[in-house]
């Protein structure tokens, strides 16, 4: 069974900063795109970015330059530093291991940017 452990997420103030962290197998996380999710209340889940074994990087437009997704490969880890945060990045996000269609989640950890 393959188990997406997520850590970090929290409460910040607009303008702040937030970890996200997600640790897998080696068999998944040396094999598979990472990346990171969230979904709003009453919204779609949508993409925040991803990361390729080869560490190329894709991220959603309203996320360029204040977050930023790596992988450290010594841990099979990894990360989501979230910086200028605002209100419209509050959702739970969730970590997500992709490879030929197929699909692993993490269990969700919230993030809110309330003043």
């Known amino acids: 069974q393959v188990q997406l452990v997520e850590s970090g997420g929290g409460v910040a103030q607009p303008g702040g900063s937030l970890r996200l962290s997600c640790t897998a197998s080696?068999?998944?996380?040396?094999?598979?795109?990472m990346g990171w999710y969230r979904q709003a209340p009453g919204k779609q889940r949508e993409l925040v970015a991803t990361?390729?074994?080869?560490?190329?990087?894709n991220y959603t437009y309203s996320v360029k330059g204040r977050f930023t997704i790596s992988r450290d490969n010594a841990d099979n880890m990894v990360s989501l530093q979230m910086n200028s945060l605002k209100p419209e990045d509050t959702a739970v996000y969730y970590c997500?291991?992709?490879?030929?269609?197929?699909?692993?989640w993490g269990q969700g950890t919230q993030v809110t940017v309330s003043s």
């Open positions: 997500n291991a992709f490879r030929y269609g197929k699909s692993y």
């Open positions: 080696e068999t998944i996380f040396s094999t598979h795109i």
């Open positions: 990361i390729t074994t080869g560490d190329r990087t």
